[in-house]
């Protein structure tokens, strides 16, 4: 189930997102999303090889 958030931004940061997210043809909120899985999976890959 889809929850909601508040997201505090600077105007820099979010004209940077509305523009990508314009860019890739999708809302805004769907761009922020994937990004932070993306930084999310990526960290979690180089924390878990480093443990190996």
């Known amino acids: ?3 909601t958030i508040t997201l ?3 105007e820099k940061v979010y004209k940077r997102f ?3 997210a314009s860019h890739d043809n999708r809302p805004i909120s769907n761009f ?3 990004a932070a ?11 878990k090889t480093t443990l190996a």
């Open 1 to 3: 189930m889809s929850k």
């Open 8 to 10: 505090r931004l600077d």
């Open 18 to 20: 509305k523009g990508m």
């Open 32 to 34: 922020i999303e994937t």
């Open 37 to 47: 899985l993306l930084l999310m999976n990526s960290k979690w890959r180089k924390s």
